[in-house]
């Protein structure tokens, strides 16, 4: 019996630690339609197609800045970051995504599966995962 209860004991502390953290700090209304995205060409192409996707179907116009750009080239710029890891198979570990209004930061969305461990929740789709980040960080419509 104690075996039994000590077996338990250690798994439940070891899942306590596979923890998926997301958070999401919403951009307040904005005038512009336009969203400029600086490239990050350090992240997978396929990011930077969902987001543009799902700013698209929130109504926004995007626009993409090489890598570099500064942020007062448009009234709202973004820039964004993520990571893939293997374990059983690739899944988004990390994403971030930061919008400035005039330069100054607006809002900002992070997915950090970093320390999922055994949590299965971590085996995402990806694009699932960006437009769902957009659908919070944009929570209106472009222009309402």
Not at 18 to 24: G, S, T
Not at 98 to 112: I, S
């Amino acid at each position: 019996m104690f075996s039994k209860l000590a077996c338990t004991a250690v798994a439940l502390l070891a899942l306590s630690g596979c923890a998926i953290r997301q958070n999401v700090k919403p951009v307040e209304r904005f005038d512009s339609k336009v969203v400029c995205i600086v490239d990050n060409s350090s992240v997978r192409a396929s990011f930077m197609d969902a987001y543009e996707r799902a700013l698209t179907n929130k109504g926004y116009a995007v626009k993409k800045l090489a890598s570099g750009s500064s942020l007062v080239e448009c009234p709202v710029t973004s820039t964004y970051t993520a990571t893939w890891r293997w374990d059983l198979a690739m899944y988004m570990a990390y994403a971030e995504i930061v919008v400035y209004k005039n330069a100054k930061p607006a809002g900002k969305a992070t997915y950090d599966a970093t320390r999922g461990g055994g949590n299965m929740g971590k085996f995402i789709a990806a694009e699932k995962k960006i437009t769902e980040l957009v659908d919070q960080l944009f929570p209106n419509l472009a222009g309402s």
